[in-house]
């Protein structure tokens, strides 16, 4: 009686061990698409980065309470990348400052360069962020992909678009702005 219920154990085991490799073996062939590899890459991107945004809030930029982000692709190929900023409720519910289109770009510009882009005291668009500058950053640190060559680095930026709404404690004052993610200014929508 104890041998066959040895005998049987170890049947057990040794199918459940063969079935557990060919599984692991499995692994092997499976291969992740690149479009998952691509939105992967933005997300752990952007969650190591997003702190950037949140650094001098307040005194050179706005401050955000909370920043969600979303990334597709649309049925046309393009990647589209949504950010909601949320502008710090109570810091703006008495300051008067309502959002700009440059307070879209500067998220932009912080977020991939971490620069903004304009001038500290003027506040006009200046030159130490431009296509290139965004376009190095995206190609070192999200398309980095050994199966990517320049040409489809250049078409992946070229279909990327980018829509950023700051959201304002008064609604009214919110804005939303989009453009590919290298142009130098976005433009209101």
Known sequence: ???KLFLIIILLLSSFNLNLKANIDDLDKKYIPLKDFIVLKFDIF???NLTKIFQGGG???IAYQKIDYNFRFDTKNNFIISLDALMDRKRYKTKKYFPKIKDC?????KLFTNKYGYSFFTQKLNSLVNKDLISDSINQNILNIT?????QKKEIL???QIKISIIHPNNEK???CSGKITDIELKNM
Do not use: C, V
Not at 105 to 109: E, G, L, M, P, S
């Open 59 to 61: 005194i050179t930029g």
């Open 1 to 3: 009686m104890k041998i």
């Open 147 to 151: 199966n990517l060559n320049e040409g």
């Open 46 to 48: 952007f969650q190591k």
């Open 158 to 160: 070229n279909k990327t």
């Open 174 to 176: 919110s804005i939303l």
């Open 105 to 109: 770009t500067q998220i932009r510009n």
